[in-house]
């Protein structure tokens, strides 16, 4: 079998090498290898992360796939704005400083949950619009209080207007 009939093989039979997912509502541009070609293509994602439509999702189906991924699109997983996307639970084993793709859905729930001063803590330390969205997304959807979710707007228009603190740049 030549590589790209192991590639389409395995399209059709088994789960991909890694799945990806947009976690902002806006399109999404990633510079991406195509499967068959090797070629590098550009990919629009859209769609409602919040009800993960298809269109939200890009698979890759092996390491080369992937190293290429990270490697062009790297302001994407650094800012957050896309993640790994995986359906069973992810340990704890989690590293000292954790990138915002890092952050599973299971973690922004923790998190929008939070009590007041310590979620003005760690939004004060984040430094990513998708991020502070996301954290927003589930604060509304668990119906937190009023006070809780103005200041997660507080930070989120911080960021969009470019009021960073120093030592949280990208």
């Not at 390491?63 to 800012?79: C, G, I, S, Y």
């Not at 952050?103 to 991020?131: G, H, P, R, V, W």
């Not at 589930?138 to 207007?161: G, V």
Request: hydrophobic content about 35%; proline content about 5%.
């Amino acid at each position: 079998m030549n590589k790209n009939t192991d590639i389409y093989s395995a399209m059709q039979t088994e789960a991909p090498y890694k799945t990806y997912k947009k976690v902002i509502l806006g399109k999404v541009f990633l510079r991406a290898l195509d499967p068959f070609s090797d070629e590098p293509v550009g990919i629009h994602l859209e769609g409602n992360p919040k009800s993960n439509d298809a269109g939200c999702f890009f698979y890759v189906w092996n390491e080369k796939q992937d190293v290429f991924l990270k490697r062009m699109n790297a302001l994407h997983f650094e800012k957050g704005n896309m993640i790994v996307w995986e359906t069973q639970d992810v340990p704890e084993d989690a590293p000292e400083v954790k990138q915002y793709s890092d952050y599973t859905e299971a973690d922004i729930e923790e998190i929008a949950k939070y009590k007041f001063f310590k979620l003005q803590s760690t939004l004060k330390e984040a430094n990513s619009e998708a991020f502070i969205f996301r954290i927003l997304s589930k604060a509304e959807e668990l119906e937190r209080p009023e006070k809780t979710l103005d200041e997660i707007r507080l930070r989120l228009s911080e960021i969009q207007a470019g009021e960073v603190p120093d030592g949280n740049t990208d």
